[in-house]
């Protein structure tokens, strides 16, 4: 006979008010790896197969509501007010959660760092309550968890606990699950009958053990379950997010010598035998190909480098930037939204913005895509094998052909047909001995001052 796992439902708090971070962005909305603490936990839960993702939010913050709206619709939402425990926020999901039924677990907004693969096993067994527990290096005002044996007998408040339990340094992560059923009816139960005057969640261990229903605790590193309430959690976060970043990266064959001064985001893709170069940044929308080159000081976000290409040093790919193969964008050069075909070249000190750049062409130092109006923005297109002279201004929409030649200082407004010198300046003119009869003058001038 074949058992099927019940369905599964994921209720994330983020209704604290965060007053820690001293900040006016929520405190959920502040990102670690280039993505808000909240949308990590929204990834797990979607990760873990959560039919039913219900974020409960206070009437406070409309930033994080209409974040979440955005995310996962306004049947995701439910409202904490007033803020009255743990316990409290987690029956507010309640009628959000209308008929489900299986298994729902209970975690945060404020835990970046936990995924998936820590939750899991939270749901292997299906009848009683699960909390993710974890051996904390300082325990202080950490919940405690009490066991015995296998068995989870209670979780103690840190001002609740004896001086018996505080000795003890397993504590509690908060992340907990039930069936929907057992959770909901035991938190009927839960008082407020504490040193906070709150409905407590973890109240429903002693609670479920009452009725006999299984209580138990599964391990997490201490690390994947932390918190973040001060600007110096959320730093400490984002270094341990960017250090498995990294070692993630190493193990898959990427080449760093510096790795603790690259900066991952959270959806950045790198391939095997790509080589990346101290202090380089990567935002949002990286996907680096293998066997690329990424130099020092280069900032890459929305933009895809293909293989054998090299960026840099002192790069900056923007979104829409595309780099085809063996193209080189060299320093201080910046690319927005612009396809760059086999082995096209942009060495030095140039802008690329809103165009394309076909195979084999190269671009001067200096060379700018003038590519906006004050109104609107217009395309350059550049042909195969073109070449683009040093200091020139295409000024667009404008297309300059397959191996044609723009002149160095050209400022071209009109299409380049293919295989054409196109040449856009004023003629140069030279006037004897005027540099001369200039510097005589400047010196009278000069010595007839008192």
Not at 217 to 235: F, K, R, T
Request: hydrophobic fraction near 45%; include cysteine; charged fraction near 20%.
């Amino acid at each position: 006979m074949t058992t099927h796992s019940p369905a599964r439902a994921a209720i994330i708090l983020a209704a604290g008010q965060g007053t820690r971070m001293k900040s006016p962005l929520p405190k959920v909305l502040h990102p670690v790896g280039h993505r808000a603490m909240l949308d990590h936990a929204i990834d797990a839960a979607e990760a873990l197969g959560c039919e039913r993702i219900v974020v409960v939010v206070g009437s406070h913050s409309p930033e994080v509501r209409a974040h979440v709206v955005a995310r996962l619709g306004e049947d995701a939402i439910a409202v904490q007010d007033p803020p009255l425990g743990t316990g409290h926020a987690v029956r507010a999901a309640e009628a959000v959660l209308g008929d489900f039924v299986g298994q729902v677990v209970v975690t945060y907004g404020d835990v970046p760092l936990l995924r998936a693969a820590d939750i899991e096993a939270v749901f292997d067994t299906h009848d009683g309550v699960t909390v993710i527990g974890f051996e904390a290096a300082d325990p202080g005002a950490y919940g405690r968890l009490v066991m015995e044996g296998d068995a989870l007998v209670a979780i103690t408040e840190a001002k609740e606990a004896s001086p018996e339990v505080l000795a003890l340094t397993t504590c509690n992560s908060g992340v907990m699950a039930a069936p929907v059923g057992l959770l909901f009816s035991l938190l009927g139960e839960v008082t407020n009958q504490n040193a906070k005057g709150e409905y407590y969640l973890t109240d429903v261990v002693e609670l479920a053990r009452r009725r006999g229903a299984p209580t138990r605790a599964v391990m997490a590193a201490e690390d994947s379950v932390m918190g973040v309430n001060a600007q110096a959690e959320l730093a400490t976060a984002e270094a341990l997010f960017q250090k498995v970043q990294r070692e993630t990266f190493l193990a898959a064959g990427v080449t760093m010598s510096a790795p603790e001064t690259v900066h991952f985001a959270w959806d950045t893709q790198v391939g095997a035998g790509t080589v990346i170069e101290p202090f380089v940044v990567f935002g949002p929308g990286a996907r680096i190909a293998e066997r690329a080159r990424i130099r020092s000081f280069s900032h890459i976000e929305g933009a895809t480098v293909a293989t054998g290409a090299e960026v840099g040093p002192y790069a900056r790919l923007r979104p829409g930037a595309d780099l085809g193969e063996d193209v080189k964008v060299g320093n201080f050069v910046e690319v927005k939204n612009v396809r760059m075909e086999l082995g096209a070249k942009a060495n030095h000190l140039s802008y690329l913005g809103d165009g394309s750049v076909g195979a084999g062409a190269n671009i001067g130092a200096g060379t700018i895509f003038c590519n906006y109006d004050g109104f609107n923005k217009a395309r350059t297109e550049v042909g195969a094998g073109a070449f683009i002279g040093s200091n020139s201004a295409l000024v667009a929409p404008v297309s300059i052909g397959a191996g044609a030649i723009v002149g160095s200082g050209s400022v071209i407004t009109e299409d380049v047909p293919a295989d054409a010198l196109a040449l856009g300046r004023g003629r140069q003119v030279n006037k004897d001995g005027a540099g001369r009869v200039f510097r005589d003058k400047a010196k009278a001038k000069k010595a007839a001052k008192p």
